[in-house]
């Protein structure tokens, strides 16, 4: 299975963009790269997905590298509110069910 | 609102004691999933439902089984409580297909002593 690496930890200032990070060199074509988030006591939230373009939606942006062997997740203006530990995942498509396997994630802290 | 619904957010059992953690969804979903969450460990899959009685054991499935009767409900049992399966569980659903985004349940906090 594709595994992901990511940094263990990030620091962040309130109102600054902030790129996270990924690694997947062993990605194969059928998997999706996927992001979710874990806030503090609660369970996991999606964030976003791509698969080779890169990806916008209203809580952040998703740049896919031309080989596919990286990707990064951009939080344009960090608040304190995105503290959290961010997961990069990859889901490949085709077989029965999507199984969705986590790593260690990186943890953001934000600063005011 | 998509929603996943774990039957309690606190648990606490004994040793030795049958455990039943459910889990139900409302949108139809045909993907289900258990984990088990642990400092330093991250989540850790334990098993994955992809249609009705149909289970495929995750990375951890030793010392549990699954249930799922019914498209909405899919419960973990724990046959025999034991003092490392205190753990926060978590309970996620997804559509499947091209759709693959997750959803995921508040979590269970179980202690058992």
């Known amino acids: 299975d594709a595994k992901t690496t990511q940094p263990n930890s990030m620091e962040s200032n309130e109102e600054e963009p902030v790129h996270l990070p990924c690694n997947h060199s062993?990605?194969?074509?059928?998997?999706?790269i996927h992001w979710y988030r874990q806030l503090p006591s609660q369970g996991p939230e999606y964030v976003i997905h791509?698969?080779?373009s890169n990806v916008n939606n209203r809580m952040a942006s998703l740049a896919i590298a031309e080989d596919r062997k990286s990707s990064t997740l951009i939080l344009h203006r960090a608040t304190l509110r995105d503290a959290a530990v961010y997961y990069c995942?990859?889901?490949?498509?085709?077989?029965?069910?999507?199984?969705?396997?986590f790593g260690g994630g990186t943890r953001l802290m934000v600063k005011p | 609102d998509v929603k996943v619904t774990q039957s309690s957010r606190y648990l606490v059992k004994r040793t030795g004691e049958k455990v039943f953690l459910e889990c139900v969804q409302d949108?139809?979903?045909?993907?289900m999933f258990w984990y088990r969450q642990d400092p330093g460990l991250g989540l850790r899959l334990i098993y994955f439902?992809?249609?009705?009685?149909?289970?495929e054991k995750g990375d951890i499935p030793e010392g549990y089984s699954v249930s799922r009767e019914k498209k909405e409900r899919f419960s973990l049992i724990l046959e025999s409580a034991s003092t490392n399966q205190t753990s926060m569980y978590l309970c996620?659903?997804?559509?499947?297909?091209?759709?693959?985004?997750?959803?995921f349940g508040q979590g269970t906090r179980l202690t058992v002593v």
């Open positions: 439902s992809y249609d009705v009685k149909m289970k």
């Open positions: 062993t990605i194969s074509g059928t998997d999706y």
């Open positions: 996620a659903s997804s559509l499947g297909g091209l759709n693959t985004e997750a959803f």
């Open positions: 791509g698969l080779t």
């Open positions: 949108m139809d979903h045909e993907n």
């Open positions: 995942i990859l889901i490949p498509f085709g077989n029965a069910g999507n199984m969705l396997t």
